[in-house]
């Protein structure tokens, strides 16, 4: 595995693969890496020639300056985890790489970016649009691989490849979670034992809706609740618990059985932000 921090070191290995034809996946990652990333990683040394994880805390979707300083960063032990899964290049470039000038550009993804993660972090969208167009443009990959946790942003690039004609694929990955329910998080990390217990009610809440639905309770009713449990559990603060459609992010005020519906739900734990959502109807 050889590690690359420069669109120089990266340019000449990325031509020898076009030259022979061969497929590149490529995996987009902030690091702190976990199973979910090394779930997208065994996906894309499955399907592809070659693999390419990249490594980057990007500093422009981070809407608190908190949250991106005491973002964890493992590179060492990352490094050692992909070397083992078996990728082929890691991508670490510095923040001067990606960005050598502030970038006036601004991206808006319209309807996607005015509910959830777009509402409560604003200029979130925007940051990841920047850096994954960036790196799209530096990596040139065939498919490119993201985590089904992340609903909204796989939406939101979806939009962006279709929009700017990138020309590859996108894979989506099903949500890695621990044994008793948590969506794993590079945040985790910094939940304390009791909020580690206390995180269990974003995944209990999203199971329990779902069952409710299915079985014929109203969603008005399921969120009341829902903000009733959050609202008495010490600790924990509730942003949205939302039903939707998961590709185009409409907002639902009732359930039906006939079509794609997603719950997403945002909560503090603590001070740490997570998110997580569950398919209802594929
Ligand atoms: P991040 O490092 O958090 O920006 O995530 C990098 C990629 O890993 C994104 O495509 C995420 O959606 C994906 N990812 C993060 N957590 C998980 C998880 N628990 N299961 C599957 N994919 C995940």
């Known amino acids: 595995m050889k590690v690359i921090r420069t669109e120089a070191e990266w340019k000449p290995i990325w031509a020898a693969i076009f030259k022979e034809g061969k497929q590149l996946g490529f995996v987009p990652t902030m690091g702190a890496l976990h199973q979910g990333h090394l779930d997208l990683v065994a996906k894309s040394t499955a399907s592809m020639d070659f693999t390419v994880v990249s490594i980057f805390v990007n500093p422009t979707q981070f809407n608190s300056s908190e949250d991106f300083q005491k973002y964890p960063q493992t590179l060492e032990a990352d490094l050692a985890q992909l070397d083992a899964a078996g990728a082929d290049y890691v991508f670490v470039p510095s923040v001067t790489t990606l960005y ?147 590709e185009t992010f409409e907002i639902f005020d009732t359930f039906r059985m006939d079509g794609p519906q997603s719950i997403c739900i945002a909560a503090f734990v603590g001070q740490v932000r997570l998110i997580d959502n569950l398919p209802i109807i594929a």
């Not at 993660?117 to 167009?133: I, Q, S, T, W, Y």
């Not at 942003?153 to 700017?164: F, G, M």
């Not at 990955?173 to 939940?191: C, Q, Y």
Request: net charge neutral.
């Open 100 to 246: 050598p000038q502030p970038t006036r550009l601004a991206f808006d993804f319209g309807d996607l970016e005015r509910v959830l993660e777009g509402e409560f972090r604003p200029g979130h969208f925007n940051g990841v649009g920047l850096v994954v167009a960036k790196l799209f443009h530096l990596i040139q990959p065939t498919c490119a691989f993201f985590g089904q946790k992340d609903l909204q942003q796989v939406a939101v690039i979806k939009r962006l490849v279709q929009d700017l004609s990138f020309g590859l694929s996108i894979e989506v990955v099903p949500t890695r979670r621990e044994k008793d329910g948590l969506a794993m998080s590079s945040r985790n990390i910094r939940l304390n034992p009791e909020e580690r217990q206390q995180a269990l009610l974003l995944y209990q809440q999203l199971s329990l809706a779902k069952e409710r639905l299915l079985a014929g309770e109203t969603w008005k009713q399921i969120q009341t609740d829902t903000a009733a449990a959050f609202s008495s559990a010490a600790n924990s603060k509730l942003e949205y618990f939302a039903l939707l459609h998961p």
